[in-house]
Nanobody, 124 residues
Framework: QVQLVESGGGLVQAGGSLRLSCAQSGRTFSSYRMGWFRQAPGKEREFVAA????????YYAASVEGRFTISRDNAKNTVYLQMNSLKPEDTGVYYCAARLAAGHTTKEEDYNYWGQGTQVTVSS
């Protein structure tokens, strides 16, 4: 069973930065493509960023392109989301997810495992 645990959320002022981490249990982390999603109050969960197994390919939602950076450390079984120039509209619960199948996707139903989420609040 794969378990994902996010950390690093918090309250930050607009223009600030946060770094989220997601640690995966087990020894097969490098077998999974990893993604970050977020859910704002009253809205559906949406794709934020994804990274390939090796970390060589990354993908971003248009709303975060140029401000957020996804990366991974396969030796530490951890994926990161560096968030800069944060805006109030970035507020929400951020989830990391793991996908075993090949290919990039922004659909949450295509991911196999999910973390419990970490709250990010950006004040104006």
């Amino acid at each position: 069973q794969v378990q994902l645990v996010e950390s690093g959320g918090g309250l930050v002022q607009a223009g600030g930065s946060l770094r989220l981490s997601c640690a995966q249990s087990g020894r097969t982390f490098s077998s999974y493509r990893m993604g970050w999603f977020r859910q704002a109050p009253g809205k559906e969960r949406e794709f934020v960023a994804a990274i390939s197994r090796s970390g060589g390919s990354t993908y971003y939602a248009a709303s975060v392109e140029g401000r957020f950076t996804i990366s991974r450390d396969n030796a530490k079984n951890t994926v990161y989301l560096q968030m800069n120039s944060l805006k109030p509209e970035d507020t929400g619960v951020y989830y990391c997810a793991a996908r075993l199948a090949a290919g990039h996707t922004t659909k949450e139903e295509d991911y196999n495992y999910w973390g419990q989420g970490t709250q990010v609040t950006v004040s104006s």
